[in-house]
């Protein structure tokens, strides 16, 4: 049962541009929400979180999204470029523990 | 580098054998997790320690086991080894007990059971 779904698997897009990852979940208790990013033979790094009190979060380039009503989570990367070409994971928090989504191979194109 | 160091980088076993994979947190750090990602699976939480003791636990196996020694190092024990538990194995630190704490993800050990 996947709490914490990231259905698209990878995703494409040339520099400059948008990039937007998607994340639904299906849990209501979730009260706080993260994005991580993974470079190849490296772990995870955290990114950007967010508090289920609000609807979105800002931290440079990087703004997270949240839509409460829709169970729905994104990232948005603007401008993309072609460094944030990595795996980004979204997570949610339950009680004491992160569920975390499968991952968006994000490639930004020069 | 985040800090949190994790070894050995990777292991190749057999069927029905046993490994110990090992975590030092960043220094200050009293929580430590552990996660398993297999192929094409996201992070699965497997359990955490908070200052030598468990504090929150996921889906992990009953043939694993985990503990925090009082330098804070913490070891993931698997036994009866399968198929099914070659995957990437992180670990990650925080300061404090909670979810809300920035986690420190280790580089990861990959372990491979033939």
């Known amino acids: 049962d996947q709490q914490v779904k990231q259905n698209s698997p990878s995703l494409s897009v040339q520099e400059g541009r948008i990039s937007i990852l998607n994340c639904d979940y299906t849990n209501s208790m979730f009260d706080y929400f993260l994005w991580y990013k993974k470079y190849p033979a490296e772990g995870p790094t955290f990114l950007i979180s967010?508090?289920?009190?609000?609807d979105k979060n800002e931290d440079g380039r990087f703004t997270v999204f949240l839509n409460k009503s829709a169970k729905h989570l994104s990232l948005h990367i603007v401008p993309s470029q072609p460094g944030d070409s990595a795996v980004y994971f979204c997570?949610?928090?339950?009680?004491?523990?992160?569920?975390f989504g499968q991952g968006t191979e994000l490639s930004v194109k020069p | 580098d985040s800090g949190v160091t994790q070894t050995p980088k990777h292991l190749i076993t057999a069927t029905g054998q046993r490994v110990t994979l090992r975590c030092s947190p960043r220094s200050g750090d009293l929580s430590v997790y552990w996660y398993q990602q297999s192929l094409d699976q996201g992070l699965q939480f497997l359990i955490q320690y908070y200052n030598g003791e468990e504090r929150a636990k996921g889906n992990i196996l009953e043939r694993f086991s985990a503990q925090q020694f009082p330098d804070l190092h913490s070891e993931l024990n698997l036994s009866s080894l399968e198929l099914g538990d070659s995957a990437l194995y992180f670990c990650a630190s925080s300061v404090g007990p909670g979810p809300y704490n920035e986690q420190f993800f280790g580089p990861g050990t990959r372990l491979t059971v033939l």
């Open positions: 997570a949610a928090s339950e009680r004491r523990k992160l569920i």
């Open positions: 967010i508090s289920s009190i609000k």
